[in-house]
């Protein structure tokens, strides 16, 4: 038996080996994947399905003309064919609102946060 797996739509992204029956995973649900895709790396893995990656950017401040690093959080629903973990560097997409403030999906494992 051979499961269906939808195709994202992203360069470079891979599907997971593993299957599952969630309506909400990109890849073997119904969830369509649109606008942002972003990079980060996981910091908690404790709610169910979810997940929050946090990603640094850097930001130009124009009165003091300097560059200055922020970061910001964001939840994302983590499907259980993909099971990321805090370390683990990930790509997210942007979806159709999936909770109350889940709008991004975990679309696949890039690799481990390098230890500092």
Known sequence: M???VRNVGIPGVNPPEKTCNDPKCPWHGSVRVRGLVLTGTVI???MKNTVVVEREYVYYDRKYKRYEKRRSRI???NPPCINAQPGDVVVIGETRPLA???H???LG???KKPMS
Do not use: D, E, L, N
């Open 2 to 4: 051979s499961v269906r």
């Open 44 to 46: 908690k893995a404790k």
């Open 75 to 77: 939840h994302a629903h």
């Open 100 to 102: 109350k403030t889940v």
């Open 104 to 106: 991004f999906v975990v």
């Open 109 to 111: 494992i890039v690799g």
